[in-house]
């Protein structure tokens, strides 16, 4: 059957992570290589880069963190921040990453989903939703967001979940705006929502500050993975106890 | 003096990550489409992600279709990961109909899994436990049962199952791994599947060696 995946998700700025990590026993806990590798051997089921620099010279520095991480990390890799073209899908897919994930581009640009997964395979397109709530006529809605949350769109998540599925997406990474930070718990009612309603993958994201957030996300909001940053990062759970508190409670995870 | 390894380039996919395992695991690894790189190698890696249809063009293309072929009839050892084991098929549903490497006689066809088992997603993607077929070296050092990482929305049926070495459920239960004389596949991708993905690797890497010998 298949396991539902833990993923760690890592901030990148001009090639370093940019929140603390002290807990897995690194030369360099600013490399995301070493950080990567360290959670692959935490049994980490993927890795996700976040790019979260703004400039060119850091994005030639991304492709060469994605290079080294090829050679040392055996685990999936997904790289995502300021791709918007098929030349930037190509440069991080060469370098080593499996997936790259888009999210204000392929809102901007929709078309982008298409080629990207025509020349590549679906299995390589992650699109990022940042969804924020709107309670209209009593009940809740989501809309789309971009440029890192700043900038409000028209679109409901829903329905651009399912327009990004027929456009060829293979999988989406599903971040709750309104939960992001909080450590009060994902998103349920949206993930559910959102996954109900596509048959890709939804990786939940937003939230996570116990183990119970996870298992929820996982059966209550239907997540097929859930991602998590600072609970891993700060030490608070590692990923081995994460998987036995998932295990326990009948959750099929990755041995 | 250790095998040398050609992972074929035919421009699909990710090639780096596969070649990186194997140089970590000790094997002489050459990156090339040359049909004499090809025919001096010990062993082959046909790796692939992406479109059967785009896979048989590039092969095609590069000339490379008979000479693999060839080669397999020879012996020479070939592992073939996720589209790389889906071309050694007769035939795909996938996109335009295109003739396969015909190594292994059978097609390639869609997860029609709605209606077995409702909300189910495609692609297959994440980790599956793989059943060995038992006896064969190909599983050396790894228990039954281990996870790999899948992604993938097509799924082989050759004809003869005696040439399956695992099978893996996902709403059925499919093959998941070939194996017909020296040539093997994986639909999962060793190379993204940590350390157990990594013996599997080595335990070609060795039996690359063991047909090289003789």
């Given at each position: 059957m298949l396991a539902k995946r833990i993923i760690p998700c890592l901030d990148v700025k001009n090639g370093r992570v940019v929140k603390g990590i002290n807990?897995?026993?690194?030369?360099?806990?600013?490399d995301p290589v070493e950080i990567a590798a360290g959670y692959s051997d935490a049994g980490a089921d993927e890795v996700v880069f976040l790019d979260i620099t703004a400039t060119l010279e850091g994005r030639k520095t991304m492709i060469d963190v994605v290079n080294r991480t090829a050679e040392k990390v055996f685990i999936p890799l997904t790289v995502g921040g300021g791709i918007s073209t098929v030349e930037d899908m190509t440069a991080m897919l060469h370098a080593g990453a499996d997936k790259v994930s888009i999210n204000t581009a392929a809102v901007k640009n929709p078309e982008l989903i298409t080629r990207g997964s025509d020349k590549f395979?679906?299995?390589c397109i992650v699109i990022a939703i940042d969804a924020k709530r709107y309670v209209v006529n009593g009940k809740n809605t989501w809309r789309v967001h971009i440029n890192a949350g700043k900038t409000p769109t028209e679109l409901d998540v829903i329905e651009w979940a399912q327009r990004v599925e027929k456009l060829g997406s293979g999988e989406i990474l599903l971040t709750s705006m309104d939960c992001?930070?909080?450590?009060?718990?994902?998103d349920l009612e949206l993930t559910a929502k959102v996954s109900d309603t596509v048959n890709i993958p939804v990786i939940a994201s937003g939230?996570?500050?116990?183990?119970e957030h996870l298992y929820d996300a996982l059966v209550?909001?239907?997540?097929?993975a859930v991602l998590a940053a600072s609970i891993f990062h700060y030490g608070e759970f590692t990923v081995k106890q994460t998987k036995d508190y998932l295990r326990d409670k009948k959750v099929v995870v990755r041995t | 003096m250790n095998g040398k390894i050609v992972v074929i380039?035919?421009?699909?996919?990710?090639?780096r990550s596969v070649a990186k395992a194997l140089e970590k695991l000790g094997a002489v690894v050459v990156v090339s489409n040359k049909t004499s790189e090809l025919n001096s190698a010990d062993g082959l890696l046909l790796p692939g992600v992406g479109a059967f249809y785009q896979a048989m063009v590039n092969l095609n293309d590069l000339g490379l279709t008979p000479v693999i072929r060839n080669l397999m009839s020879d012996g020479k050892p070939l592992l073939g990961i996720c589209l790389g084991m889906q071309?050694?098929?007769?035939?795909?549903?996938?996109?335009?109909p295109i003739g396969g490497l015909?190594?292994?006689k059978g097609k390639v066809v869609k997860f029609e899994l709605s209606k077995i088992m409702p909300n189910t997603k495609i692609p297959h993607m994440g980790w599956n436990a793989v059943k060995q077929k038992p006896g064969?070296?190909?599983?050396?050092?790894i228990p039954d049962g281990t996870f790999y990482y899948f992604a993938h929305s097509f799924y082989t049926k050759p004809d003869?199952?005696?040439?399956?070495?695992g099978t893996t459920e996902y709403g059925m239960e499919y093959a998941s791994v070939l194996n017909y004389g020296n040539v093997y596949g994986t639909q999962f991708h060793p190379e993204k599947s940590g350390p157990l993905g990594l013996r599997l690797l080595q335990n070609y890497v060795e039996l690359v060696e063991n047909v090289s010998r003789k």
């Open positions: 807990f897995l026993n690194l030369r360099d806990a600013g395979g679906a299995q992001d930070g909080t450590k009060d718990g994902y939230g996570a500050g116990t183990l209550k909001g239907k997540a097929d | 380039d035919y421009g699909m996919g990710n090639i071309l050694l098929l007769s035939s795909s549903e996938e996109g335009d015909d190594i292994i064969s070296k190909f599983w050396q050092g003869d199952k005696t040439m399956v070495a």
